[in-house]
């Protein structure tokens, strides 16, 4: 019986077809894995290309390939496309080539073409084999040692096509790339009073349009899988100068490079323009923003998320039956999953072809449940003014407060609470400066243009703070809510404001006019409240740091340092060990774990032995709350002092610099996107009569209410966090990717 569980001999990895940022981070991971597991690992440079022409574009990788590697755009090793890798004769080559190093397993990042042809490739393999043993070319024994080729497919692509995983390599930063850059165009847009009309990539898919027209104030968007109706340009016209007449200084019209009307003809960016122009009179200037979207650093999402598919995919080389299909390593919901590579390619092909045959209503099913519902609020945000309510409806009184530290998002929360909600004919206030505001009465009826301009701030506009109102406080409270006819409250924000809501909501048997559904929204950069696996804000702060975290990288080049950073999380050790992870630091220290002389030794003895081997930089990042005693100042002084001629300690603490910055584009498109489940929340409770408070979030990769009496069971006796942590599963990664 063959040995169907053996490890390969030797790994190969290379990325195909378009480049994508993250895919570095992909190859670090591979390499980190495989070095981990003891098995030698190749890169092979320019895609299939490299593995027809062999030779020097197949180089062994050691630890020092994956250094540096991580925070760079593009792909280090190069992607290229092949025509001899289309032909078998090409193909058969490339198996010579690989098998001169004992590759017989490899770990392919690319696009949907890319993944295609390996699985050709890898169907081909033994009949390739048998022909180079009768041409001489190998021995019937390499043959036999090599009999299958696994295969595991990562997906780089910046257009977020690919079925089998909720996010695609590189997407994350090319949606930053696009949000900066409409950022930028919308001051200059509004200084001139003028329209412009911004073309993003996408041939098949319209994610990046449709998630930057959430996470941006786009007042029109037009994507390939919902084409407008036949009289879109009227449509177009008579929105745009609506929102003109409401005051709007600029308009921006969104469209994806694939986009067409609904006979299946292209829209481009000159018909708009043109069209805009003679209906409206309308200053219009054109944008393409092209290759700028593949550019730059990986955001610290892509950093992570390619580290973990790519430790993915070598232990998935490492630990299936020799025989199993391949798979395609994705994540949903934060969750490693693998899934036929072949399946995943026929469901991406298989939306393009409903697009293709005009079945947008099919293509749209295909793309997904949180596409579709995006796709439904930003029709909702975008219009000019609330829709006229449906006779009979009635006018609940909603509010929204804000608690805890400033996370960004916050606006973007407000900004989607006040329009969702006039938009079902409610009346929405807004608590000025949290549960203090809320005591003193200073609470505000929202008008839909209130919130205008709101959608790329960062910071909290109707104001934040910790304060939580304990035992008798709560009954001034509870007038106010009374006296302002509150009927449903959505707590934006962290720690404190998952008190205050449940301590209002404990005492609601005592005052009446708090018996009211609540609804707590995790808003903090530390990741630390319960009821979900990921608070919005945090995504920014992480972006923050890793942004310090490169710059520092680069201050140290002409030294040999130690480099010891603090970042926020207070008792929680999210933000350290996501951002050690995107960054690349060689030790982590986190709340959970504590720090220990013994740790200390050892590191110091660990940094000490790479700095003697060559090394130049030491990375280590320290949550805030790690230890009382072993300070950051501490641990600098520390490594300063041992550290002797071989390296001196700097130390960056980074405070308050990552509440702030304005909000990355998944957390302003989260918090438009849980602000819209909220208000269901509420809206469903007081439609039925009911009573029930709730905490929202992410669970298992879908939004969970969880019932708010369960708060104190959730949280951690001792310690600011909650009990689950599901992030901590990461912690082993991190020492993986130390190599
Ligand atoms: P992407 O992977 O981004 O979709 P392409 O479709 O251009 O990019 O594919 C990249 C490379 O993958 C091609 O240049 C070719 O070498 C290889 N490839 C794509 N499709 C096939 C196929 N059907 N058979 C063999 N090789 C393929």
């Not at 003809?265 to 708009?272: E, G, L, R, S, V």
């Not at 990986?298 to 070598?314: C, E, M």
């Not at 999953?337 to 399946?343: A, E, K, Y």
Request: aromatic share 6%; charged share 20%.
């Amino acid at each position: 019986m063959p040995e169907v569980h053996s490890a390969p001999a030797s790994i190969g990895v290379l990325t195909s077809g378009g480049d994508a940022p993250g895919m570095n981070a992909a190859v670090r991971a591979v390499i980190c894995t495989a070095v981990y597991h003891g098995i030698d690992v190749y890169a092979i440079h320019e895609g299939y290309h490299g593995l027809v022409h062999g030779g020097e574009l197949i180089r062994r990788m050691g630890p020092a390939d994956a250094d540096g590697i991580l925070h760079r755009g593009g792909t280090a090793i190069g992607t290229a496309r092949s025509q001899e890798f289309r032909t078998r004769d090409g193909r058969r080559v490339a198996a010579r080539n690989m098998l001169e190093h004992g590759i017989d397993a490899l770990v392919v990042i690319g696009g949907d073409g890319s993944l295609t042809g390996a699985d050709i490739f890898r169907q081909e393999w033994p009949d390739l084999l048998a022909e180079l043993v009768d041409s001489g070319d190998i021995s019937p024994d390499v043959a036999d040692d090599h009999p299958v080729l696994r295969l595991a497919g990562l997906v780089g692509s910046i257009d977020n096509d690919m079925s089998g995983t909720d996010m695609t390599i590189g997407a994350d930063t090319a949606l930053h790339r696009i949000v900066e850059a409409m950022d930028a165009l919308r001051s200059t847009a509004s200084s001139h009073q003028r329209t412009f009309v911004v073309e993003v990539m996408g041939r098949h898919c319209g994610y990046l349009a449709l998630m930057a027209s959430l996470a941006t104030a786009a007042n029109w968007l037009l994507i390939p899988e919902k084409p407008p109706a036949e009289d879109w340009a009227l449509q177009m016209c008579r929105d745009i100068k609506a929102g003109r007449d409401i005051g709007r200084r600029q308009s921006v019209v969104l469209v994806a490079e694939g986009a067409q009307d609904i006979n299946g003809n292209p829209i481009t960016a000159d018909h708009i323009k043109s069209t805009l122009e003679k209906e409206l009179g309308e200053d219009t200037r054109i944008t393409i923003l092209g290759h700028v979207q593949r550019g730059g650093a990986p955001s610290a999402f892509d950093r992570y998320l390619a580290t973990v598919l790519g430790h993915a995919a070598v232990e998935r080389l490492i630990t299936a039956d020799r025989d199993a299909p391949p798979q395609l390593i994705g994540l949903r919901g934060n969750r490693v999953v693998t899934t036929p590579l072949m399946d995943c390619v026929a469901q991406t092909q298989a939306i393009a072809e409903r697009i293709n045959a005009k079945d947008f209503d099919g293509a749209m099913l295909l793309r997904g449940g949180s596409f579709r519902q995006s796709y439904e609020i930003l029709q909702t945000i975008q219009q000019a003014a609330a829709r006229p309510t449906p006779a009979g409806r009635r006018r609940f009184r909603l509010a929204i407060v804000h608690s805890g530290g400033p996370a960004p998002g916050m606006n973007n929360a407000v900004r989607a609470f006040v329009r969702l909600g006039l938009d079902r004919g409610y009346t929405v206030l807004a608590v000025k400066n949290g549960f203090r505001g809320l005591r003193d009465g200073d609470v505000h009826e929202m008008d839909w243009m209130d919130v205008s301009g709101w959608v790329s701030d960062g910071g909290a506009e109707i104001g934040t703070n910790r304060y939580v109102p304990w035992g008798a406080l709560v009954a001034q409270i509870a007038e106010q809510v009374a006296a302002h006819r509150i009927d449903g409250l959505v707590m934006a924000g962290g720690w404190a404001g998952y008190q205050a809501a449940h301590e209002l909501h404990r005492q609601r048997h005592q005052y009446a006019a708090l018996d009211i559904p609540i609804v707590c929204m995790p808003m903090t950069v530390n990741n630390d409240v319960p009821g979900t696996e990921l608070s919005i804000g945090s995504d920014t702060a992480l972006n923050s740091i890793v942004a310090d975290v490169d710059k520092i990288r680069q201050s140290a080049v002409a030294t040999r340092r130690v480099f010891v950073i603090e970042v926020m999380g207070h008792d929680c050790g999210y933000l350290a060990l996501l951002s050690g992870l995107a960054s690349g630091a060689e030790r982590i220290y986190l709340p959970e774990e504590g720090i220990t002389l013994d740790s200390l030794t050892a590191d110091l003895h660990t940094l000490a032995d790479g700095f003697r081997s060559g090394k130049r930089l030491g990375l280590i990042i320290r949550g805030e709350g790690a230890d009382l005693v072993y300070t950051t100042g501490f641990l600098k002084s520390l490594f300063e002092k041992e550290g002797g001629t071989l390296f001196d300690a700097r130390q960056a603490i980074l405070g308050h610099i990552q509440e702030g910055g304005d909000p990355s584009p998944f957390d302003r498109i989260h918090a438009t996107s849980l602000t819209a489940r909220c208000i269901e929340f509420l809206s469903e409770q007081l439609e039925s009569g009911a009573r029930a408070s709730a905490m929202l979030g992410f669970q298992s990769g879908r939004l969970q209410f969880t019932d708010l009496t369960s708060y104190p069971t959730l949280i951690h006796p001792e310690a600011q966090r909650p009990m689950e942590q599901r992030w901590m599963e990461r912690r082993g990664l991190s020492e993986i990717m130390r190599c």
